[in-house]
């Protein structure tokens, strides 16, 4: 159990107060109060003072940490394959991270939220506490931060960076220039959790899959073919779904391999409840009311549950529908009015107003809808946090996607303008995503030189303030005024990664749907993502507070999103295809749109049956769970014979002394 790592103490969340007018030296003091309890359940709390706060930076030795695992009955990986709750007294049953720690980020960050959240009353009599001059009490049984932060108290708590960690992150991932998409894809997951980890992973192996269409793509934008150049987008649209259609299937094999070496519980993380003990970890878990009223009459329990259960389906049905009613009754008018007028306007002045009004407009528009989003699921019944998210994933996902395709479609297929087409295409792979990573690496900077203006301005202008130039000398407190990774959507349920993998999914999209219409695309897109993924490292190492840890075994929905893009490029590019074709518009059934048709249906076949020949999983990980399982089961035999035996001859001699 010894590592450098678990014996240093190492501060890993963070608690904010405001600093006090009064000097109040009582033993009634809240904050002391909070720090004593925290010492009580076995953290390490430190006080530090702040300009305008007081911080509590907290630790956890290692024990302390394993006897909260074993309260939350933490399901971990055994050496014998199998996942177990926890228990500290066998501690050396259980298998560890990859660099040797006993848990991983994403456990020890649930075990600080029990430990801290959990404190209660447990005396007989509320609890009398101050707070610059203002008197409370801690009612019996009370959670006492809950309380805290009832009253304004407590600020927030936050996850604080590992120096030590982060800058050996910074060297060897975000500053890693020299291998173009290597990663450290295992210190990524145990400093910031597995679905963190796993985007990485998916964006490096997308990024170094894209190299070869974005090579076929520069070719054909460089080398004149003359008369076979009708023929090489044909070969290039066929080429481009193979490839996306195989890197769908062999990313299933790596994310497969990639968790084979986490030794990661899905049955408990699937929704930890992070925030409140008390909190339901399930929206599926049968409310108390439904229970109590099974075991008071089963029959009128049954009609109850039968009720519950077919609420959750029809609940998402609704929703579905609301949402899908508002793409296409209010979205879509709009979006097919700005496309027609952006066609007919001749001025480019006049355009670029037009477009600024638009753009203002439908982040409105999108944000009002993700919120609404948001709303509607609170009375879905999913399965856990997760299955929530994806919900909510495929719902916005569905504006962004009528929002960003319906021009290009409605220039490509309708007034069939190539000109005006390619024009959009370049506009949204360069300038938009020249812009979005210019934005979204500059904004949290923006957001912490501003929060440490107006705690300087505070601090100033309260009386007796230093006129001198006001320093933060204090890490807490820096990485406090650093904005969170959050999700433009939202917080409840999706984090920053919610708009990273929006951005490459729309990319993919454009790059996909219009291969035929502008094969250089896929250039522009391999050379961004070159660029995003050590800027979207070096943001979350720099520019953002440590994300809050969330399990994830997958990319969850936005592989499916990945799959329905890859099935409407089909269509669009086949149609595309029809279009170049049949030059006159007369679309008759001849040998080559004939031809197109028939190249369609044979790559929705292989879109669909590739996944036969293609295993989601490589071989070495089944034998492996194969033999786990199987060692497992052995064990389990001779525990229940070795039972039953000492039972037959423990009743044997019973009764021999009869």
Not at 410 to 429: C, E, W
Request: with cysteine; charged share 25%.
């Amino acid at each position: 159990m010894n590592g450098n790592e678990e014996e240093e103490t190492i501060f890993e969340i963070g608690a904010v107060v405001p600093r006090r007018n009064v000097k109040e030296e009582d033993e009634a003091d809240c904050v002391q109060v909070l720090i004593d309890e925290f010492r009580k359940v076995g953290l390490i709390a430190e006080r530090v003072v702040g300009v305008t706060d007081e911080f509590i930076k907290l630790a956890a030795p290692l024990e302390t940490l394993g006897r909260a695992a074993t309260e939350l009955q933490m399901r971990k990986r055994t050496h014998i394959g199998i996942d177990l709750p926890f228990q500290w007294e066998e501690v050396e049953a259980f298998v560890r991270q990859p660099a040797g720690s006993l848990f991983s980020w994403c456990e020890r960050f649930r075990c600080y939220c029990h430990l801290i959240y959990g404190i209660a009353n447990k005396s007989r009599s509320a609890v009398t506490l101050k707070f610059d001059g203002k008197i409370f009490h801690w009612e019996v049984e009370e959670y006492l931060l809950q309380k805290l932060e009832s009253e304004k108290i407590v600020k927030q708590v936050f996850p604080l960076h590992d120096e030590r960690k982060r800058k050996k992150l910074l060297k060897s991932w975000a500053l890693h220039w020299w291998s173009f998409t290597y990663q450290p894809i295992d210190e990524i997951y145990l400093y910031y959790g597995p679905k963190i980890a796993i985007y990485f992973a998916f964006l490096g192996k997308y990024t170094r899959w894209m190299l070869f269409p974005a090579a076929f793509g520069l070719t054909l934008q460089l080398v004149d073919f003359g008369s076979l150049q009708l023929f090489m987008l044909p070969a290039f649209f066929i080429v481009v779904i193979l490839w996306a259609v195989m890197f769908s299937q062999f990313w299933k094999r790596t994310n497969s391999a990639i968790l084979a070496r986490w030794p990661i519980s899905y049955a408990v993380a699937d929704d930890p409840g992070y925030k409140i003990p008390s909190e339901e970890g399930s929206s599926l878990q049968p409310p108390m009311e439904l229970i109590k009223e099974w075991e008071a009459d089963k029959a009128k329990g049954k009609k109850a549950f039968q009720r519950y259960e077919w609420f959750g389906p029809l609940m998402r049905f609704r929703n579905d529908a609301i949402i899908i009613l508002s793409i296409f009754c209010l979205q879509l008018p709009f979006e097919l009015a700005y496309a027609h007028l952006y066609e007919v306007i001749g001025s480019d002045v006049v355009k670029f107003a037009l477009t600024a009004v638009y753009l203002i407009t439908i982040q409105y528009f999108t944000r009002l809808g993700g919120k609404v989003s948001v709303k509607l699921i609170k009375y879905e019944n999913n399965e856990n946090t997760e299955k929530r998210a994806d919900s909510l994933v495929y719902k916005v996902f569905g504006l962004y996607f009528m929002q960003s395709y319906i021009g290009i479609f409605y220039h490509a297929l309708l007034h069939r303008n190539i000109l005006t087409l390619r024009q959009v295409l370049i506009q949204r792979l360069i300038v938009s995503e020249v812009l979005e990573n210019l934005l979204e690496n500059s904004i949290p900077y923006l957001k912490y030189s501003y929060k440490k203006y107006r705690v300087r301005n505070k601090k100033k202008s309260e009386k007796g303030a230093s006129k001198g130039k006001i320093q933060f000398t204090s890490r807490v407190e820096k990485e406090y005024l650093k904005p969170s990774y959050s999700a433009s959507i939202g917080e409840e349920l999706e984090d920053g990664l919610f708009d990273d993998f929006l951005e490459l999914a729309l990319q993919f999209g454009t790059i996909m749907m219009f291969a035929c219409a502008f094969p250089l695309a896929f250039t522009f897109a391999a050379l961004n993502n070159l660029m995003e993924i050590r800027t979207d490292a070096l943001k979350l190492l720099v520019m953002y507070r440590r994300p809050v840890p969330r399990p994830a075994a997958t990319i969850g929905a936005w592989l499916n999103i990945f799959q329905f893009l890859i099935v409407m490029s089909i269509c669009t590019n086949c149609a595309f295809l029809v279009w170049l074709y049949d030059q006159e518009g007369k679309w008759r059934i001849e040998p080559g749109l004939a031809a197109i048709l028939v190249m369609e249906h044979v790559l929705l076949l292989i879109k669909f049956g590739f996944s036969r020949f293609v295993p989601e999983e490589p071989a070495w990980v089944r034998v492996n769970r194969t033999k786990n399982t199987t060692h497992a089961q052995d064990m389990c035999s001779k525990q229940l014979l070795r039972t039953i035996s000492g039972g037959e001859k423990a009743f044997g001699v019973v009764r021999k002394l009869e």
